[in-house]
């Protein structure tokens, strides 16, 4: 009887050992053969093929893929020509300094190890120093007036790193249920010495986000980024167009239906009241001091991106990186782009819709302006600025 017992206990165990041996040389395998695959039809990927291959779910251990999603935009010295390489962060390669070509080795590094250029063992120090931590700074606005340049500009300081997307977290209720663990886990990992920023326009007019803020971090830096009202309006509306286009509906309603109402500018129109920035600052302000905004130019920043980034950077009191030669007017494009060395970077197609810009009429802007007037002048004193407004150029 106990001979029988043993038995079957060792068969079980024998069972399970197989299983697990089996279940290893797969894995080793089909590993072995993707890289033979690759190594025969090419030995490089573009980065919008790493980036599609990304965006697939990955079957492993939490802290492998919170790296895959979430590495650390820094700059190492690591080969014998002492090189300066950078490494594949979360959001965009070498913080949109590189537009070149993955090696095997490279891609083996960034699947195995969660970085394209080094080696990152379970012993190196340099991973423990690496956290996941709550935005220290957050652009919660405004919308269409530039705050996806904005954060483009700011991912290539050192000093700066951001998640991917825009989180939601404060303006979903949904999201914010889930608790601030789980919005701290949507951060990419940094150094102790980098600033995390969160990117999300729609905190800007939501009324429950400015406390909701607060209670996370009474002393966040906030950045708010603003553009001529009417212009933002026309801007918002276009966007309004495109989806709605996209979408195979009738015709969009024409611009001056929508902004006006029995000849008076609808202030119930979400496009106009999201221009009306002195409400919306008003209940940020109750609970934040001035000292922890930072008003940003969005017209001043098509046309000088450099000094309005030379201020925030001051504002952050991180280290003095960007110089003039980072940016430089692309003249197809109509706007600046972002330069490192030999290296450059523009926005995406979708940036500058000219073609479609509505038929506004002059009397139409001039209604516009007249409108957001004294909200402006109610602007002007909340942020101690006067912007250039009065007339759309």
Not at 215 to 222: A, P, Q, T
Request: aromatic letters at 10%.
């Amino acid at each position: 009887m106990l001979t029988t017992m043993t038995c079957r206990k060792f068969k079980r165990v024998g069972i399970r050992g197989i299983n697990k041996l089996v279940l290893l040389v797969m894995t080793i395998l089909t590993s072995f053969a993707l890289m033979v695959a690759l190594s025969v039809t090419k030995t490089s990927v573009t980065l919008d093929e790493i980036r599609q291959i990304r965006r697939q779910p990955l079957k492993v251990d939490e802290n492998t893929l919170a790296y895959s999603h979430n590495l650390l935009n820094d700059i190492s010295q690591t080969d014998s020509n002492n090189r300066s390489m950078q490494v594949l962060t979360g959001t965009i390669l070498n913080g949109g300094r590189s537009t070149g070509r993955l090696k095997l080795k490279e891609i083996y590094n960034l699947v195995v190890h969660g970085n394209a250029y080094q080696e990152v063992s379970t012993n190196n120090k340099h991973e423990h120093e690496r956290v996941k931590k709550l935005p220290q700074v957050i652009i919660v606005g405004v919308r269409k007036c530039g705050t996806r340049a904005l954060i483009n500009m700011l991912a290539m300081h050192p000093d700066i790193v951001r998640p991917l997307n825009e989180i939601h977290f404060f303006d979903f209720d949904d999201n914010y249920s889930k608790g601030l663990e789980w919005y701290r886990k949507q951060m990419p990992f940094s150094h102790k010495n980098q600033i995390t920023i969160e990117k999300t326009p729609a905190y800007f007019t939501c009324k429950k986000t400015p406390e909701r803020v607060q209670r996370m971090n009474s002393s966040v830096k906030i950045i708010v980024i603003v553009r001529q009202p009417t212009i933002r309006v026309v801007s918002d509306y276009i966007q309004g167009v495109v989806k709605h286009n996209n979408k195979d509906k009738p015709p969009f309603k024409d611009f001056a239906e929508l902004v006006m109402d029995n000849g008076k500018v609808d202030q119930f129109y979400k496009p106009i009241q999201t221009s009306i920035y002195c409400v919306h600052l008003s209940r940020w302000q109750q609970y934040f001091n001035k000292s922890q905004f930072h008003i940003v130019d969005g017209d001043a920043l098509i046309t000088d991106p450099y000094k309005e980034i030379k201020l925030i950077e001051r504002f952050l009191g991180v280290s003095d990186y960007y110089s003039p030669d980072n940016f430089y007017y692309n003249e197809t494009k109509g706007y600046y782009c972002l330069r490192w060395g030999k290296e450059s970077r523009c926005l995406g197609e979708n940036k500058g819709r000219k073609s479609l810009y509505p038929n506004i009429s002059e009397p139409l802007i001039a209604r516009m302006n007249e409108f957001f007037g004294p909200y402006n002048e109610i602007f002007y004193n909340q942020t101690r600025h006067r912007f250039k407004w009065e007339t759309i150029t």
